[in-house]
């Protein structure tokens, strides 16, 4: 069974710029959530979906979205990007309520 | 505001050796414990889980234990093996919302 999939796996943008990261779960798996890692804080909570709609939202600023597809996939926005964006952003899925997170190895993204 | 606390981003070990990786919680709310392990340029991967009904779990060489009246748990290595040196996540929830991690602990296991 292929396991979660993230891409792309790095990018670099300028400040400004948008990005837009992709994330295909483990197929059957109906939720996907989204964490930012950066050094010092650990993994935050951005978000996550389940059957296309948002069930649960991080303390992020709104410049943070996200979509879910009605194949699970799911799109991580960041609008306006500022240098302190710059992090690992983990996809992770699992079929549904209390069941097993599984992490994606992470879009790195280095904003200059 | 940090609700799940690992005090020491880093630990050495001696291979053969007990490594005690440390966690503190602040939310009474949480009743489901989780460790990951993460290797440089992959995902964290679940690594061991304990319900609030529970002290301990027990899972080869890796034990949790649970210490709800301090909120506090830990993860014991025993022996520790050189390819156990990863980032530790400590993570915890309540019912099916999502998970709240720590800041990591860097394990190096020294051979």
């Known amino acids: 069974k292929a396991g979660v999939t993230q891409t792309p796996r790095y990018l670099i943008k300028t400040r400004g710029q948008q990005v837009t990261l992709s994330c295909s779960p483990i197929s059957g798996h109906r939720s996907v959530s989204w964490y930012q890692q950066t050094p010092g804080q650990g993994l935050q909570f951005l978000f996550e979906?389940?059957?296309?709609?948002?069930?649960n939202k991080g303390n992020f600023p709104g410049r943070f979205s996200g979509r879910q597809f009605s194949n699970s996939r799911s799109e991580m926005n960041v609008s306006t990007l500022e240098l302190g964006d710059s992090a690992l952003y983990l996809c992770a899925s699992k079929w549904v309520g209390t069941g097993e997170l599984f992490f994606g190895e992470g879009s790195r993204l280095t904003v200059l | 505001d940090q609700q799940v606390k690992q005090n020491s981003p880093s630990l050495s070990v001696q291979e053969g050796r007990i490594s005690i990786l440390n966690c503190d919680y602040t939310n009474s709310m949480f009743d489901y414990f989780l460790w990951y392990k993460k290797y440089p340029a992959e995902g964290p991967t679940f690594l061991i889980s304990i319900s609030s009904i529970k002290d301990k779990n027990e899972d080869g060489r890796f034990t949790v234990f649970l210490n709800k009246s301090a909120k506090h748990l830990s993860l014991h290595i025993v022996p520790s093996q050189p390819g156990d040196s990863a980032v530790y996540f400590c993570?915890?929830?309540?019912?099916?919302?999502?998970?709240?991690f720590g800041t990591g602990t860097r394990l190096t296991v020294i051979p």
């Open positions: 993570a915890a929830r309540f019912g099916a919302n999502n998970l709240f």
């Open positions: 979906y389940f059957s296309e709609t948002q069930r």
